[in-house]
Each structure stands twice: as structure tokens, then as C-alpha cells.
């Protein structure tokens, strides 16, 4: 018989056994040489961090027109640590696929207990 226990892993979170290792690329900043008031992204030199989650794959849709077809694939990356540094804009990979981070994550807290399991990352990969 399975309870809720069964799913907790010993207090720590959920017992995520089936992970996959991903890594998150982050771009840096630096001035824009048009206006130096600004700065813009720099994936010259990106800071990485290496992690473990589970994808999930949601959908998958070809778009055409006249001059390209595109076929866009979003999936969600469930992170049983709920503090990783994940922000929208990051690129996220399993050294095969290419994910970009399309939303804010979010780290949800159940409002009765306090318990906050994982993180959640919306992303897609646009091929075309």
C-alpha cells in the first residue's frame, strides 16, 4: 500500500529515482556599444551549472509558410531541488537536445504545509 510517505523520500522531497543530467547555460551582460547606458546578452563566455530533472514532454507543432517550416516542441523540466538557479531566457540541454527556458520557473509552495517539492521550467526547442 503507498502513502504519501512512500513519495517523500525520507522528508528531503520527492524521490525522483528515473533523473536526467542537464545542463543550464546562462548568457553574460556587457555594455552595448550602441547606447553604453544599456547592456545586452553575451554568449561569448556563458556560466553553465550542471543538474538533474525529469523532461516531460508536452506538445509538437509544425509551423510552415512560404518560406520555412518550423516544427516547435515544448516540454517541462521538473527539478527536484527547488532552489536551482533556472531563469527565463536560459538554454538547458542534455547534450543531445536543446531547450530554451520560455517563462519564469516556478518553485510552488503547498499553502497548508510549507512544502515546496521542485521546480518547474517551461521550454521549447524551435527546429527550421
Partial sequence: MSTAADFVGGGDGLAMDALTSLTR????KRTDPYNPDRTIVDWSDPSTLAF???VSSQTSARQT???RA?????VQIVVPDPTTDIRAGDRITDGTRHWKVTGIPTADTNPFTGWHPTLVADVEEVDG
Avoid at 547555460?25 to 553574460?28: L, M
Avoid at 518550423?70 to 515544448?74: A, D, G, K, N
Wanted: glycine letters at 14%; charged letters at 20%; zero cysteines.
Fill in 65 to 67: 509558410d512560404a518560406v
Fill in 70 to 74: 518550423q516544427l516547435i516542441t515544448t
Fill in 52 to 54: 538533474e530533472g525529469h
Fill in 25 to 28: 547555460t546562462r548568457a553574460g
